[in-house]
């Protein structure tokens, strides 16, 4: 089934399209990843059993794969995998001039020394995005997230240092209870529904199409909604299909350790909401870097602010003339930017 103006909309929204078998166009058939089932994942109490148990995956790749390297940020989730690599791997970070990537750097640079790995500076700007975005829109028939051209393009360069395997550590977030801006307040449907929306598709395309029916699966009351289920089974494909493209266009396999597990007790909402999100990752991490303050979480970053900062809008007629671009995060104009672009791939103008 094809229908442009709903795919347009739930990528608005949702930063990808909500329902399997509903594409842009005949022959554009867009890929989500299925998740790993509940039935396959190691259940840990601990950090302890996070640490044994990510030790005995990375045992079982090696035996499968002599060059293993890692998306490293500055985050605990890849710094923690970043313990388990043989010396002498590679270690790709992200870097820009808008200088969004700083604090990342410094601490990968930490890590890599610590461990011994080959560090390596991947510059991003805009002629990135301009090279790699159709190839990974054409790769996922559809528009993509802005992580997905960073990412290309570190598995690109991997495969010239003969990495056989790039390692992540995407899925610890959600896993761990990570996401305590969205999981801590005690949300109304409306208000999770308002504040999980990327961008509202009303406000920006002349035919927009209703997503309140993905958030309708959800609902539990009159003003109440399953945001903790809407997460692991939303949000989870969305982030992680991003990565299964990005690496799958590069034809680089890709793994990560943190999505075979899951927590064996029931998450302890208080420690998320008195500042300790995570708290098993945490404890990992100060097992791996005792010497080390634990860092705060921060998502990938991504230059798009300075990128998009003076961009003026798309043009094609699928998009309001209107649109408040000022009002617009540097997210939210790649999202414009991006599916105008892919828009121009499937639908030439005349």
């Not at 103006?5 to 990528?11: A, E």
């Not at 640079?109 to 090279?131: G, Q, T, V």
């Not at 992540?168 to 307040?185: N, R, Y």
């Not at 997503?211 to 699966?217: F, G, I, K, M, N």
Request: proline residues 7%.
């Amino acid at each position: 089934m094809t229908n442009k103006d709903f795919c347009l909309s739930s990528y608005i929204a949702f930063r990808y399209i909500w329902k399997d078998g509903v594409d842009f166009c005949e022959g554009f058939q867009h890929k989500n990843i299925l998740p790993v089932p509940e039935s396959e994942r190691i259940p840990v109490h601990t950090s302890a059993d996070i640490d044994r148990e990510i030790q005995n995956q990375f045992d079982q790749l090696y035996k499968k794969y002599d060059n293993i390297g890692i998306l490293l940020s500055g985050g605990m989730d890849s710094a923690n995998l970043a313990s388990y690599l043989k010396p002498g791997s590679h270690a790709y970070t992200f870097t820009s001039e808008s200088g969004v990537f700083d604090a990342d750097i410094n601490r990968a640079e930490f890590y890599c020394k610590k461990w011994n790995l080959n560090h390596h500076l991947i510059h991003i700007d805009f002629s990135d995005y301009e090279k790699y975005t159709p190839i990974v829109m054409r790769h996922k028939f559809a528009p993509v997230h802005s992580i997905e051209p960073q990412i290309y393009k570190a598995a690109e360069l991997a495969k010239q240092d003969g990495v056989q395997l790039m390692i992540v550590g995407e899925s610890a977030d959600l896993i761990f209870g990570g996401m305590d801006k969205l999981i801590s307040p005690q949300w109304t449907f409306d208000g999770f529904a308002k504040r999980y929306t990327f961008l509202d598709p009303a406000l920006v395309l002349t035919n927009p199409v209703d997503q309140s029916p993905l958030y309708e699966r959800y609902r539990t009351g009159a003003d109440t909604i399953d945001f903790m289920r809407f997460m692991d089974e939303v949000f989870s494909i969305e982030s992680s299909s991003s990565y299964l493209n990005a690496f799958g266009a590069a034809w680089m396999p890709y793994y990560d350790p943190y999505v075979r597990l899951v927590m064996a007790d029931p998450l302890d909402m208080d420690r998320v909401r008195n500042g300790e999100p995570k708290y098993l990752v945490r404890g990992l991490y100060a097992i791996k870097y005792p010497e080390l303050p634990i860092p705060t979480k921060i998502p990938m970053p991504r230059p798009v602010d300075t990128v998009f900062q003076d961009w003026k809008g798309p043009q094609r007629p699928e998009f309001r003339n209107d649109i408040p671009m000022q009002q617009l995060t540097g997210n939210q104009k790649w999202q414009l930017w991006c599916a105008e672009k892919f828009l121009d791939m499937a639908f030439p103008l005349k």
